[in-house]
């Protein structure tokens, strides 16, 4: 059985750093190495301890894992191949607007070595977080599928499209596409079609042998570009919709078998995240909060006190902290704000 590479679905937001087709398979790979190791890290450390970020493997497993033995390089070759990728992803800086109130700027990776006869590479702090939090939803697929296809564009679409697997139906705005896509900007659209979409779509619904099996990655796949009116024939793509056929009960099982059992600590973060997210009302203390936003780390509980006006209207008044002294006391208040929503 292949090793399962999965994600936080905002890691498709990132656009990827300039990496060759068979350094994506290394990249990937050690996604597929990240894990949460909750039972072995403090609440308060979960983000600030190295040793929980840290993937030592031995550099022969490695080679296996992203099927490098498959290449025509000798051991050199592949040896100085990780090298320079491991020197790519030191380097690698995102940047990203997740949406109009939130900027993200970090590097990915503190350091990544070959020691010996070991690769050790530790994930950044935020980084390592975007991989393994995958509360609200995540992408899912076989390292052993990815690293069979060929291309670099064919290998970020299918990642692309994995998020959509049970659905069957994805859509992009164009801009966003193209900068994920790293598409050059002086494409014309005919080439896009031509050089990237096009061999891109071949190479996913090829047929393949995997583990003995048939194997056709996204099985139907199409694509449409959606136009805006505007100057000139046809006008301007504003968009592209993708439709393929969705994954099977079987298929959508790949992605819960590195599912863990919901911890404590997991379930009143995804609680204080939903009541955030449907800016839940709820009464304390004879009063009328809103859900606002919290911090799990600082251990605090933000929310909007309402009142109500002359006319009886509900109005905003001022923003309340709630904190808590510690791990236990946080969940027993977000406890008590969930039994008091109204």
Not at 8 to 15: C, G, I, K, S, W
Not at 71 to 87: G, N, P, R, T
Not at 157 to 186: N, V
Not at 189 to 195: C, F, G, I
Request: with cysteine; aromatic share 14%.
């Amino acid at each position: 059985m292949s090793e399962i590479v999965k994600y936080n679905n905002d890691f498709n937001l990132l656009p990827m750093p300039e990496l060759k087709a068979i350094q994506m398979d290394m990249f990937m790979a050690i996604i597929s190495l990240t894990k949460d190791k909750k039972e072995n890290t403090p609440f308060l450390k979960k983000f600030f301890n190295p040793d929980k970020r840290k993937i030592i493997i031995p550099q022969k497993k490695f080679i296996e894992l992203c099927r490098l033995n498959d290449s025509k390089m000798d051991y050199k070759e592949i040896f100085f191949a990780i090298d320079d990728c491991l020197k790519k992803l030191c380097n690698f800086l995102v940047s990203y607007q997740k949406n109009e109130k939130t900027i993200y700027n970090f590097v990915c990776f503190e350091e990544a070595n070959i020691i010996a006869d070991e690769v050790h590479i530790t994930l950044q702090s935020r980084f390592y977080d975007m991989i393994i939090n995958k509360k609200f939803g995540f992408t899912a697929f076989e390292l052993a599928e990815f690293a069979e296809l060929s291309g670099k564009y064919a290998k970020t679409l299918y990642r692309l499209l994995k998020q959509f697997r049970t659905t069957g139906k994805a859509y992009f705005e164009w801009e966003e596409f193209c900068r994920i896509m790293k598409i050059p900007q002086d494409y014309r659209q005919s080439e896009v079609d031509k050089w990237i979409l096009k061999p891109a779509i071949k190479e996913l619904t090829k047929e393949r042998n995997l583990f003995d099996q048939i194997r056709v990655p996204f099985k139907n796949l199409f694509y449409e570009k959606e136009k805006t009116a505007g100057r000139g024939r046809g006008g301007k793509v504003s968009g592209i919709t993708f439709t393929f056929k969705p994954e099977n009960i079987d298929m959508q099982k790949l992605a819960k078998e590195s599912e863990k059992i919901e911890t404590k600590e997991d379930k009143y973060l995804r609680i204080a995240h939903n009541m955030v997210k449907n800016k839940a009302r709820f009464v304390y203390e004879n009063m009328l909060y809103e859900a606002n936003s919290f911090d799990c780390k600082e251990l605090k509980f933000m929310a909007v006190r309402l009142i109500r006006d002359e006319f009886e209207n509900l109005i905003y008044d001022i923003g309340q902290t709630f904190n808590a002294k510690n791990k236990e006391a946080f969940f027993k208040m977000i406890d008590t704000f969930k039994n008091n929503i109204v």
